[in-house]
């Protein structure tokens, strides 16, 4: 027996020293953590969601084109609208013109300016790489950028918009020693923050203000943590990976004539300013189905994980009683009753959308435009054809971006 016991210790140790070392003979600690991975943004199979039936597309079609009728007549021009359910799209509409000038027409190709709802993006690209232990959401700028001033600052006081920063158009100016003609990019804003050391609106984590600053911000820690640019990474992260063949990043690089123009009430073009080349909090180019299939990847369960996603739909701004709250990149309405909508809206320019993300229901509606209007914004109002939400087909739904 002790013979035995003799043989298999020393097989034991020559199969742990095997294992131990490398091709080159070098020890290798078997107990070292090995570095996590980056999973990118993976679409769910088709084949795992539940089919809808065409008698309930047709009545929700119908009844989709009943509020068109009803509520913007032949005057909602300029559209790229889109509804669907399990990933089934129920309803889409393309009008107006992606061009004026040279008579060309909005499709489902057809990649428009989505604003504000580029911050959803940015914000899953983030949680991506807090996923992946790249980052981690309550780790504090002093740690990713040199000098900077704001030490309570956090990712998550970024994504929540509670960090007290000041808008940076607001601080773009004269007063800066900036001037209007040269184009901004979101390396000047963090140059300017950090040798200004532009003074807060108020104390970090104590007031939501709903603040584009914020989303340069995390653009920079994408480009910082990646060490690639921002529109190269979020190619790689989440739009290669879903195949949104027709969705891009406008920044400082890129040629003035890929953009598809916006324009004013009487389609007068809106001329390239100063502030078109920041990215992060806007300046991405989609289209409904492209966003489509980015809703069916961020409401898989194979996005993030539970104890982080969770953390994602919930509000964070309590200091004033109302409906509305904000989470990790995406707007929220609250109600006393108990039911939550999640959305984001955008505007810049003559560009609006609209991201309704009905999390609960499975379906998503997606509206763009790229001729200034409002409207676009009254999207919201179909989520009573999929949920239990407290106002109705008729009622007016607030306008903020």
């Given at each position: 027996?002790?013979?035995?016991?003799?043989?298999?210790?020393?097989l034991?140790?020559?199969?742990?020293?095997l294992?131990?070392?490398?091709?080159?003979?070098?020890?290798?600690?078997p107990?070292?953590?090995?570095?996590?991975?980056?999973?990118?943004?993976?679409?769910?199979?088709?084949?795992?969601?539940?089919?809808?039936?065409?008698?309930?597309?047709?009545?929700?079609?119908?009844?989709?084109?009943?509020?068109?009728?009803?509520?913007f007549?032949?005057?909602?021009?300029?559209?790229?609208?889109?509804?669907?359910?399990?990933?089934?799209?129920?309803?889409?509409?393309?009008?107006?013109?992606?061009d004026?000038?040279?008579?060309?027409?909005?499709?489902?190709?057809?990649?428009?300016?989505?604003?504000?709802?580029?911050?959803?993006?940015?914000?899953?690209?983030?949680?991506?790489?807090?996923?992946?232990?790249k980052?981690?959401?309550?780790?504090?700028?002093?740690?990713?950028?040199?000098?900077?001033?704001?030490?309570?600052?956090?990712?998550?006081?970024?994504?929540?918009h509670?960090s007290?920063?000041?808008?940076y158009?607001?601080?773009?100016d004269?007063?800066?020693?900036?001037?209007?003609d040269?184009?901004?990019?979101?390396k000047?804003?963090?140059?300017?923050?950090?040798?200004?050391?532009?003074?807060?609106?108020?104390?970090?984590?104590?007031?939501?203000?709903?603040?584009?600053?914020?989303?340069?911000?995390?653009?920079?820690?994408?480009?910082?943590?990646?060490?690639?640019?921002?529109?190269?990474?979020?190619?790689?992260?989440?739009?290669?990976?879903?195949?949104?063949?027709?969705?891009?990043?406008?920044?400082?690089?890129?040629?003035?004539a890929?953009?598809?123009p916006s324009?004013?009430?009487?389609?007068?073009?809106?001329?390239?300013?100063?502030?078109?080349?920041?990215?992060?909090?806007?300046?991405?180019?989609?289209?409904?189905?492209?966003?489509l299939?980015?809703?069916l990847?961020?409401?898989?369960?194979?996005?993030?994980?539970?104890?982080?996603?969770?953390?994602?739909?919930?509000?964070?701004?309590?200091?004033?009683?109302?409906?509305?709250?904000?989470?990790?990149?995406?707007r929220?309405?609250?109600?006393?009753?108990?039911?939550?909508?999640?959305?984001h809206?955008?505007?810049?320019?003559?560009?609006?959308?609209?991201?309704?993300?009905?999390?609960k229901?499975n379906?998503?509606?997606?509206?763009?435009?790229?001729?200034?209007?409002?409207?676009?914004?009254?999207m919201?109002?179909?989520?009573?054809?999929?949920?239990?939400?407290?106002?109705?087909?008729?009622?007016?739904?607030?306008k903020?971006?």
């Amino acid at each position: 027996m002790t013979y035995i016991r003799i043989r298999f210790s020393l097989l034991i140790i020559i199969l742990f020293t095997l294992l131990s070392c490398n091709d080159s003979g070098k020890l290798k600690n078997p107990f070292k953590k090995k570095n996590v991975t980056l999973a990118y943004a993976m679409i769910p199979l088709e084949d795992s969601l539940p089919r809808i039936s065409e008698s309930y597309k047709k009545t929700k079609k119908r009844e989709i084109e009943n509020f068109f009728i009803n509520n913007f007549a032949d005057d909602f021009e300029n559209m790229s609208f889109l509804v669907a359910k399990n990933g089934q799209i129920i309803y889409e509409k393309y009008d107006g013109f992606a061009d004026k000038e040279n008579n060309v027409l909005n499709s489902p190709e057809t990649p428009l300016h989505i604003a504000s709802v580029s911050k959803v993006l940015t914000a899953a690209a983030i949680l991506k790489l807090i996923e992946a232990k790249k980052i981690t959401l309550d780790q504090k700028l002093t740690t990713l950028f040199e000098g900077f001033p704001y030490l309570d600052i956090t990712i998550r006081t970024l994504l929540n918009h509670r960090s007290g920063l000041k808008k940076y158009n607001y601080f773009c100016d004269d007063k800066a020693n900036w001037s209007r003609d040269k184009i901004l990019t979101n390396k000047d804003i963090l140059n300017i923050l950090i040798t200004k050391k532009i003074p807060q609106d108020h104390k970090t984590d104590t007031h939501f203000t709903y603040n584009n600053t914020n989303y340069v911000l995390l653009a920079l820690i994408i480009e910082k943590v990646t060490k690639m640019k921002y529109s190269k990474a979020m190619k790689k992260i989440i739009f290669e990976p879903l195949d949104m063949k027709n969705t891009f990043v406008f920044d400082e690089k890129t040629p003035l004539a890929k953009g598809t123009p916006s324009y004013k009430y009487d389609y007068s073009k809106y001329p390239f300013d100063f502030l078109d080349a920041v990215y992060g909090d806007k300046n991405i180019y989609s289209t409904p189905r492209d966003l489509l299939k980015f809703d069916l990847a961020r409401n898989a369960s194979s996005f993030l994980k539970k104890e982080l996603l969770d953390q994602v739909y919930q509000g964070y701004s309590y200091e004033k009683k109302g409906i509305k709250n904000y989470g990790l990149g995406i707007r929220m309405r609250e109600w006393p009753t108990g039911q939550v909508l999640y959305y984001h809206n955008g505007w810049w320019h003559g560009n609006t959308a609209c991201y309704l993300n009905l999390k609960k229901e499975n379906a998503v509606v997606i509206a763009l435009s790229n001729k200034f209007t409002r409207k676009t914004f009254q999207m919201k109002r179909l989520s009573v054809l999929f949920g239990d939400y407290p106002f109705t087909l008729n009622d007016t739904v607030a306008k903020e971006e």
